[in-house]
C-alpha cells in the first residue's frame, strides 16, 4: 500500500476495480483545510480519462509493474506490433493502448510496462520527443510572420502538426509526444 505522498507521474494504482495510469497530479495545500492530491487517471484497460481528488494521507494500492524495451513494427489496421529487444517475443496491441499513436514510426523504440502479477502489458510509454520528416504543408508566405502564426503539416506517419509558417516539405522537425506539438526544426 502507498500513500498520497508517493503519487507521482506514470505509477500505476487500483482503483475503482481497475488499473490507472497517473498522467498528471497536483498536490494542494489551501490555507484553511486539509491537503490533498489532484490527479487525473487514464484507465489502461479502456483509455478513459478521469480526474479524481485523494485527501492527504488517503492509502492507495499501487500495482508493481516491469518496464521492458520494445521495437515498433508495423501497424495493421488497429493493432499494433511491437517486438522485445532483448529476446525478440514478438507483442500486439490495440490502439487504445497507446497515448499517441499518429507520431510512431516504424523501427521507434518504446518502452512497454508490465503488470508483473499476470504479465499482462498496461500502457506504452513514448520518447519525450520524436523527429519526422513533414509530407505535405501549403508553402509558407515571406514576411507574414509578425504573430506566432500556424499552418497545418501531415508528416510521414500520417499525423497531422501545425507548424511555423517557415517550414516546408521535406524538413524534419521535433513533435512533442505528450501534446502531439511542434518543437522545433532539425537541422542533418
Do not use: W
Not at 19 to 31: C, N, Q, S
Not at 154 to 163: I, L, M, P, Q, S
Amino acid at each position: 500500500m502507498a500513500s498520497t505522498s508517493d503519487i507521482r507521474k506514470g505509477l500505476c494504482i487500483r482503483y475503482n476495480n481497475d488499473i490507472y495510469k497517473i498522467i498528471e497530479f497536483l498536490h494542494v495545500k489551501p490555507g484553511k483545510g486539509p491537503a490533498f492530491v489532484r490527479t487525473k487517471l487514464k484507465s489502461v484497460t479502456t483509455g478513459k480519462v478521469l480526474d479524481n481528488t485523494f485527501s492527504a494521507g488517503h492509502k492507495i494500492e499501487d500495482v508493481r509493474v516491469e518496464t521492458r524495451s520494445y521495437q515498433f513494427l508495423y501497424a495493421e489496421g488497429e493493432t499494433y506490433h511491437f517486438m522485445n529487444t532483448e529476446d525478440y517475443n514478438q507483442l500486439t496491441l490495440s490502439e487504445g493502448a497507446l497515448d499517441a499513436p499518429g507520431l510512431l514510426k516504424e523501427g521507434e523504440v518504446v518502452k512497454i510496462m508490465f503488470n508483473t502479477e499476470d504479465s499482462m502489458p498496461l500502457s506504452v510509454e513514448m520518447p519525450a520527443s520524436v523527429v519526422l520528416e513533414v509530407t505535405y504543408t501549403e508553402p509558407g508566405v515571406k514576411g507574414n510572420t509578425a504573430t506566432n502564426a500556424t499552418k497545418p503539416a501531415k508528416v510521414e506517419t500520417g499525423a497531422e502538426v501545425n507548424v511555423p509558417l517557415f517550414i516546408n516539405e521535406g524538413d524534419k522537425i521535433k513533435i512533442d509526444t505528450s501534446s502531439g506539438s511542434y518543437m522545433e526544426r532539425v537541422k542533418e
